[in-house]
Nanobody
Framework: QVQVVESGGGSVQAGGSLRLSCAAS????????MGWFRQAPGKEREFVAA????????DYADSVKGRFTISRDNAENTVYLQMNSLKPEDTAVYSC??????????????????WGQGTRVTVAS
């Protein structure tokens, strides 16, 4: 069983920045594909970003590309989501997810077998 715990959410003014952290348990963290998803009020959960095992390959939703950066520290079993130039439409509950097996599309929720509880991000206009 892998435990996934997010932290770092909060409230910020538009244009501001936040960094989310996601700690995952397990001795093979470096083999996990890690993803961030978000769910805004009244909307479906959507893909935000993913990072492949070694950290050399990343993927972003078009809505956050150029503003958000996903990274990982395999020594600390942690994934980060640096969010800059935040907009009110970024307001959502952000969830971290881990895939401990094989992945064919890191943008799909179904590809992830462990999820955190989520952390809320509110961006005021």
């Amino acid at each position: 069983q892998v435990q996934v715990v997010e932290s770092g959410g909060g409230s910020v003014q538009a244009g501001g920045s936040l960094r989310l952290s996601c700690a995952a348990s397990g001795r093979t963290f470096s083999n996990y594909v890690m993803g961030w998803f978000r769910q805004a009020p009244g909307k479906e959960r959507e893909f935000v970003a993913a990072i492949i095992r070694s950290g050399g390959i990343t993927d972003y939703a078009d809505s956050v590309k150029g503003r958000f950066t996903i990274s990982r520290d395999n020594a600390e079993n942690t994934v980060y989501l640096q969010m800059n130039s935040l907009k009110p439409e970024d307001t959502a509950v952000y969830s971290c997810a881990a895939n401990t097996g094989s992945v064919y599309d890191s943008r799909l929720e179904s590809q992830y077998n462990y999820w955190g509880q989520g952390t809320r991000v509110t961006v005021a206009s």
